[in-house]
């Protein structure tokens, strides 16, 4: 059965790095029909897309983020992970990993996006 | 910087029929925006409904349906019940290997 769940620490310092993985379980992570995301949620507010990868060589950031933000894949481990430096109080939130699969659309002929199966979500909170 | 809309909240009586739209700030939604759903009880993590405009995800009943509605995604439930009251998150495809979700809905059945 597929599974993602995260780890990581849930308290950080201003400044400090913030480093998720998600350990990915009942599929290869290798798989070229999926890719891998991070969505995140600050209390009380909406979702937010992080960025995906697939593989290592295919990341994409939003744009937000884009200069703090580095996701990876670790093969060996099918573990896929996530690393925000320099965070502040507005990068608390709980961080989901999240499968992101592909669905060719003939009539527009492109490729229609889901993030089909989530991770329960860790918390991570920043104070000083 | 263009920003997906949603409505902030809304009602339907049990039994009811409600539609909850998806749009831009600036221009209209299309298919090729492929418009998913997500519904989200609290302290969970969300659950898919609907993909590529109007494709229900595994197990989702046939009373949630997705379509384009003028110028808007729309996600449309049919026969409301108590348990459908939570958030809904739509999410559009902006280009560029990039997505971007509205600030959800909260819907209230009752």
């Known amino acids: 059965q597929l599974q993602l769940q995260e780890s990581g620490p849930g308290l950080l310092k201003p400044s400090e790095t913030l480093s998720l993985i998600c350990t990915v379980s009942g599929v290869s992570i290798t798989s070229t029909a999926f890719y891998w995301a991070w969505i995140r949620q600050s209390p009380g507010k909406g979702l937010e897309w992080i960025g995906s990868?697939?593989?290592?060589?295919?990341?994409y950031y939003t744009a937000s983020l884009k200069s703090r933000l580095t996701i990876s894949v670790d093969t060996s481990k099918n573990e896929f992970s996530l690393k925000l430096n320099s965070v502040t109080a507005a990068d608390t939130a709980v961080y989901y990993c999240v499968r992101q699969s592909q669905h060719y659309d003939f009539l527009t002929g492109g490729w229609a996006d889901v993030f089909d199966i989530w991770g329960r979500g860790t918390m991570v909170t920043v104070f000083s | 910087q263009t920003v997906v809309t949603q409505e902030p909240s809304f009602s339907v009586p049990p039994g009811g029929t409600v539609t909850l739209t998806c749009g831009l700030t600036?221009?209209?939604?299309?298919?090729?925006?492929?418009p998913s759903w997500y519904q989200q009880t609290p302290g969970q993590a969300p659950r898919t409904l609907l993909y590529?405009?109007?494709t229900r995800s595994s197990g989702v009943p046939d009373r949630f349906s997705g379509s384009i509605l003028g110028t808007k995604a729309a996600l449309t439930i049919t026969g409301a019940q108590a348990d459908d009251e939570c958030d809904y998150y739509c999410?559009?495809?902006?280009?560029?290997?990039?997505?971007?979700f509205g600030g959800g809905t909260k819907l209230t059945v009752l």
């Open positions: 600036t221009g209209s939604v299309s298919t090729t925006f492929y």
């Open positions: 590529n405009t109007n």
């Open positions: 999410v559009l495809y902006m280009g560029n290997a990039t997505w971007v």
């Open positions: 990868v697939q593989k290592s060589e295919n990341v």
